[in-house]
């Protein structure tokens, strides 16, 4: 259910209709669009949401999908199923190219299953019911050519009609040629004259002063009077025979327009279902070019009461600005059963709060119309059964209704409906009237909306209802966020505490006189300021602690990805061991079974040669043979030990980590050679070099000195590791920094489905961590699409000194879709 009646003008759905329905290709597709609708059956939406989508990929990824002769022939095929009537020729002509359009589609739907049988299952169901109807085309392609007339052989009948019209004609032709050229050489008529029509009669142009030198009929004289024009009588019958000729060739191509109508008849009921099937995709197809327009994507959705959005951004403020080049700040929010259904907004005036509560509605009845949204991928969407929505001034003198009335009545009704699969959005809370009744009924009200469970996203100004919702489960407080310095707002929407109105701040950045709004303070009190700076106070808290979260979710996941490498290394390494042990083991097998073998079949040999010197000399020089072609085979054989030996290192290296290690026993009062200490009091590290008594040689760097022992203090080695920064022209925060960034740099960087801007930000940091890292070279993946990311990056590569060259990555490993980076 939606609420009020205008919902559609409030949130500025209506303009969203007209941009979807000027992407249409002709009336079928608009009238999709008008009938497009608020809907709460969650597989009808799924369904249109993937349509989209996969007409998206095809927008980018396939060059030749049909997209023209879209023609809406319906009133032509309504017209004729009563008997009698038929198609006429520019109707046919446009039935013609609209089926082979539908022809073109359904076959570009069958090569993709062909080719990949997993392509485009949505859109591909939807054309599974549709028909081509290739026996109507070729029937349509024996009456009409290209250009859409009818042929001479489309019957017998007519090739001898227009054979014989072209003859009457051509000897009209030339009759009307040799009077002309008579009544020329006599002067009746102009040189320049030549024969013209008139009334679908051949006739001569002739001066009124003349008119009676030549013989015929006047069917016609100019606008000025000055022309005349006459049919010689000599072609009087000639042209009667035309006329009847083409009143025959007029009945005969009704009469060939009338049979193909009643071949077609049968099957308009299954035609008009082809033309719904080219309706839907002339409408999925507007909605995917408006959904690129507006970067939008499909999200996570699912059959429950959710709105969790991540970077959503208001669809028409977007193409506003756009146009402007200016950048839309994107909105992020979240309302769950587990974390809060209501939110409240508060903050200064045109700090965005009416905003936000437009792209929460406007945004939730697109997805519902099954559209796609601007957020981003991992966002996760639901369904709701009822949009209400309270914004604007409803006042009607008519139905003697005050600003405050209509808020009045329009909350009557939420409370009466509301339930908990309803999102309610109001604007203002309570305002319009006495701010303590009117804050006190808001607050009755909406603890009403959150008895019922229902969620919702309301803007206020009322302390009342930020205490509420500090003190409620289900309600939560939001702000929308203020410079205090630059005296602007961030439009920048902060969920967990309330906002500032900055009432103080916003009036004396207008310039209201210091003494009014010093009265101002006193009157409302110091405590109320007070509580109002508190509130910046924690506002800005908590963007800082939220960075610093944000940081360590980072480093979190950096180190969540090196673990899960090197377990995934070690797994295959150990897999790699196991197989060159076997290998090792079955190749040393083998080559002891064949000596064996061999010594055995030697042995038997001699024994039966009964120890003639001939053959035990051949046998021994086999057996030498077989030893010399073992030698030959020592590479492979040494590389196979060299495996063995290196396993056998690993394991035994493996041993000894598990063994106890006896620790030394540290003693600071020992000092000996080779010891490191430092002086007392101070961070640098030495080693002792010698001792002499009393005094020790200690090298500091590049400097010796001689120092007394009792000034010196002997350090452990877990000291020196923990205090090596320390002694470093290196701050210990700046050493950690830079080996955690070597540790955990990537040397590629993934920026595909980010927008442009957001892209460049991350090449620009990535780019800086990979100069301090000293890397070589990096790989940025853009992906191809338009190539507009592509050109973005490189724009930006071209400026930032340090980089040797850049290019594409060799076409096996990605081509144009990946630049690589050298560094100098």
Known sequence: MIYPDNFEHKIGFDKIRCLVSAKCLCSLGEEKVEQMSFSTDYPFIRKQLYQTNEFIRILEEEEHFPSGNFYDVRDSLKKI????????????????????????????????????????????????????????TKRIDTILDKFGYVKDSASTGLARIRKDLSQTMNGISRTLNSILRSAQSEGYVDKEVAPTMRDGRL???????????????VHDESASGKTVFIEPAEVVEANNRIRELESEEKREIIRILTDFTNFIRPDIPDIMHSYEFLALIDFIRAKAIFASDIQAILPVFEDKQQLDWIRAIHPLLYLAHKRQNKVVIPLDIELTSEKGRILLISGPNAGGKSVCLKTVGLLQYMLQCGMLIPLYENSRTGVFNDIFIDIGDEQSIENDLSTYSSHLTNMKYFVRNCNPKTIILIDEFGSGTEPQIGGAIAEALLDRFNKKQSFGVITTHYQNLKHYADGHEGVMNGAMLYDRHEMQPLFKLSIGNPGSSFAIEIARKIGLPEDVIADASRIVGQDYIDMDKYLQDIVRDKRYWESKRRNIRQQE???????????????????????IVAQAKADAGRLLSETNAKIENTIREIREAQAEKEKTKNIRKSLHDFYHSLDENDDENNVIAQKIQKIKKREAQKQKKQQP???????????AVGDAVRIKGQRSTGEILEIKGKNAVVVFGTIKSILKIDQLEKLSKNQIKREIPKNTFVSAQTFDSMSEKKLHFKMEIDVRGMRGEEALQAVTYYIDDAVQCNVGRVRILHGTGTGALRQIVRDYLKNVPGIRRFQDEHIQFGGSGITVVEFE
Do not use: C, M, W
């Open 81 to 136: 199923r009563i008997e009698g009537t038929y198609l006429l020729e520019k109707e046919l002509f446009d039935i013609r190219r609209s089926l082979e359009t539908i022809n073109e589609i359904l076959r570009f739907f069958k090569i993709k299953e062909e080719e990949e049988s997993s392509a485009y299952p949505y859109l591909r169901e939807l054309a599974s019911d549709a028909g081509a109807f290739p026996q109507i």
């Open 203 to 217: 006739v001569i142009p002739v001066a009124p002063a003349f008119k009676r030198k030549l013989k015929g009929i």
């Open 557 to 579: 996941k950096h180190l969540e990805e090196l673990t899960e490498r090197y377990q995934s290394d070690l797994q295959k390494i150990e897999s790699q061991r196991k197989e």
């Open 661 to 671: 290690v006896k620790q030394e026993i540290f003693r600071p009062d020992v000092i």
